[in-house]
Nanobody, 122 residues
Framework: QVQLVESGGGLVQAGGSLRLSCAAS????????VGWFRQAPGKEREFVAR????????DSADSVQGRFTISRDNDKNTVYLQMNSLKPEDTAVYSC???????????????WGQGTQVTVSS
């Protein structure tokens, strides 16, 4: 059973940056595709970015392209989300999740972290 723990969230002004981390225990994260998702108050959870097992393939939602970068360090069993040029509309709880399938929909992500709050002030 893989446990995922997110960290790095917080309060930042618009235009600022944050780096989120998703650390795994109880399993080898390199066996999984990892995705980041976010949920804003009153909204559905949405896909943000994903990365394949080796880190050689990644993609992200249109709303964050050019601003957010997903990466991973398999030696550290950790996946990162670097968020630059943050906007108030990026405010949400950000969660990481692990899947065996790169093209899996949200419902096929097996393991989920508890999430970390990101708040962007204007």
């Amino acid at each position: 059973q893989v446990q995922l723990v997110e960290s790095g969230g917080g309060l930042v002004q618009a235009g600022g940056s944050l780096r989120l981390s998703c650390a795994a225990s109880g399993g080898t994260l390199s066996n999984y595709v990892v995705g980041w998702f976010r949920q804003a108050p009153g909204k559905e959870r949405e896909f943000v970015a994903r990365i394949n097992r080796s880190g050689s393939n990644r993609d992200s939602a249109d709303s964050v392209q050019g601003r957010f970068t997903i990466s991973r360090d398999n030696d550290k069993n950790t996946v990162y989300l670097q968020m630059n040029s943050l906007k108030p509309e990026d405010t949400a709880v950000y969660s990481c999740a692990a899947s065996l399938n790169y093209y899996a929909g949200e419902q096929r992500y097996t393991y989920w972290g508890q999430g970390t709050q990101v708040t962007v002030s204007s």
